[in-house]
């Protein structure tokens, strides 16, 4: 088959770009009807194709997703530029970055001075690139290396190397860039489609010294990560956020210098959501001797556990693990963080989960019962954690489940002072709690209760008088409530302005319509009961 000479030779299987949009050839040739030279593309999103390669009945080629394929001329198409040209084109002369002439003039290129020696067709010799430590070539179609023994000359210094969203297909043409910097310890491949090779420890040369690594958006899967593993010799960060991890395997021999891992945005839970599938996965990196950050954040987790100790032990996974992120997830148990207590070296949590703040009906208090659980806690959500509040959280946990020490055999005389082991196993550091500032007094338990039931639920109706289509509406509201957070619930339920509704309510016991006037009051001040009726209008 005679190719069009705007088609590489190798165009099956090379990345391309068409306007905003990257896929990769999967054909090129005629097709039925029509003349001329295609290109077969299987787009990395698939809204932008229109079959899986099938065109009146002849399968030309293979999509992973049915309508991710389409044809396209090969003009359309953009195969990508070699490295040094985008880099030349990005920071030097072509980029116009203040290049004023090549008389031999000193001129400035980004803001830093350069050297051009010699008549106007010298070299050009760049010291720009001899002290430049980062180099970004972000999205500038990348997609092979010409003059390969040039990169060491050009930027040898670079430490830090963002190859992001380009037309890479293979580790190998990576490597053929990155084993001509000696030192680089940051690299950034995310959204590049990277095919495996078959002897990854024959390129831990070109990464030798790399200490971050990010691959983001690149649909690799768990034991793709270890397969490549070998090739990162001396790896610290690895960022693997955004791909199509699901299933772990423990890593043997391979990332063990590990000290950060991000697995967000993940599909740990798997594609049923099955509620302990993540957590089950998370044993298999819970031995990795040096890590210290674990973001996990929306990966579909609803709780974690480390079940080779007691409620009151210290696990041995996650040895040295400082730092934990599990927010935007669907945990709603006060369990998983009994189980966080556990980790011996637990400094730093990013925890919020509304589905928690929903049970507790306040996010501050969440943030005191999380604190008052986890003994070693100094960062909370990014916000440090005093000693005032410590204290302060632990004496209203200890004041808040005093009711529920006394049932469960607790006792105000040491000798006699005996929870069963439900309450242990629900408040571990009760007892602990206890130790540091003794037992609660009656007169707290009395005023914590009083306190529980004045914040009792409210089985309210919602009806709006001037709407007859709109349906009624049972809802269940604290009567600490304020107006102005109900109000803030109605326009989000009716989708209208909130300084525009107007509220009444009728109480069960007379028929009479009563104005709710004040914002800043709760539902409580306006001896809302439950069975009223709110008047909602706008």
């Known amino acids: 088959m005679t190719q069009s000479d705007s088609v590489p030779c190798d165009a099956v299987g090379r990345r391309i770009a068409c306007r905003d949009e990257y896929g ?17 593309v299987e787009w990395d999103n698939p809204e932008r194709g229109k079959h899986n390669g099938t065109h009146e009945g002849v399968q030309y080629f293979q999509c992973s997703h049915p309508t991710g394929g389409s044809f396209i001329r090969p003009q ?42 010699g008549n106007p067709g010298a070299e050009i010799k760049q010291r720009w690139f001899e002290t430049s430590l980062i180099v970004s070539v972000v999205d500038c179609k990348v997609s092979q290396v010409v003059d390969e023994d040039e990169i060491s000359s050009i930027c040898p210094n670079v430490i830090e190397l963002n190859l992001a969203k380009n037309l890479f297909v293979s580790w190998d043409q990576v490597a053929q860039i990155t084993r001509h910097l000696r030192k680089l310890e940051h690299l950034d491949l995310s959204q590049n489609k990277l095919m495996l090779i078959s002897n990854p420890v024959s390129l831990s040369d070109a990464f030798a010294n790399l200490k971050s690594l990010a691959i983001q958006y690149n649909g690799l899967t768990w034991a793709q990560v270890l397969e490549c593993a070998p090739m990162w ?59 210290e950050q674990l973001i996990l954040s929306n990966t579909g ?63 501050k208090t969440v943030r005191q019962l999380i604190i008052a659980k986890l003994e070693g806690l100094k960062v909370l959500n990014r916000t440090e954690i005093s000693a005032d509040e410590r204290k302060g959280a632990e ?10 020490w006394l049932k469960a055999g607790g006792n105000q005389n040491p000798e006699k002072n005996r929870p069963n082991k439900e309450f242990c196993a629900e408040h571990p550091r009760y007892q602990v709690l206890i130790e540091k500032y ?53 326009h989000r ?46």
């Not at 530029?81 to 203040?98: H, I, M, T």
């Not at 690895?238 to 599909?267: C, K, M, W, Y």
């Not at 974690?304 to 210290?314: E, I, S, T």
């Not at 339920?493 to 004040?518: C, G, H, Q, R, W």
């Open 76 to 117: 359309k198409a953009n195969f990508g530029v070699d490295f040094l040209s985008a880099v030349k084109d990005r920071y030097g002369p072509e980029g116009n970055q203040g290049i004023q002439d090549c008389q031999g003039n000193p001129v400035h290129w980004c803001k830093k001075p350069i050297e051009l020696l």
């Open 233 to 291: 010799p001396v790896l610290e960060r690895a960022h693997l956020s955004s791909n199509t991890i699901s299933v772990l395997e423990r890593p043997v021999g391979v990332l063990q210098n590990l000290t950060l891992l991000d697995l967000s945005s993940n599909p740990l839970a798997g594609a049923d959501q099955n509620p302990l599938a993540g957590a089950d996965q998370l044993v298999h990196i819970a031995y990795l001797p040096r890590l």
């Open 438 to 490: 003794g037992p609660p007094e009656n007169e707290e338990m009395e005023q914590q209760k009083l306190f529980a039931l004045k914040d009792q639920l409210l089985a309210l109706t919602i009806r709006c008088p001037d709407k007859p289509d709109q349906k009624l509406l049972e809802k269940k509201l604290p009567d600490s409530m304020t107006i102005q957070k109900v109000k803030g619930l109605l």
């Open 301 to 363: 987790l609803t709780s974690l556990y480390f079940d080779d100790v007691q409620p009151d032990g210290k696990t041995a996974m996650f040895p040295k693990l400082k730092s934990l992120a599990i927010d935007k997830n669907r945990i709603a148990e006060f369990s998983t963080v009994n189980e966080l207590n556990k980790l011996q070296s637990l400094e730093q949590l990013k925890f919020s989960d509304y589905a928690m703040v929903e049970l507790e009906k306040n996010s």
């Open 24 to 40: 990769t050839v999967r054909f090129v040739g005629k097709v039925a009807s029509t003349s001329g030279i295609w290109l077969g």
């Open 395 to 404: 004496l209203d946990y200890r004041k808040k489940y005093g009711m529920d």
């Open 493 to 538: 339920l009716f989708k209208v302005p909130s300084a525009e509704i107007k509220l009444t309510y009728i109480t069960s016991k007379m028929d009479m319509e009563i104005d709710i006037n004040n914002d800043l009051q709760p539902l409580s001040y306006y001896s809302i009961e439950s069975g009223d009726c709110i008047l909602v209008r706008w």
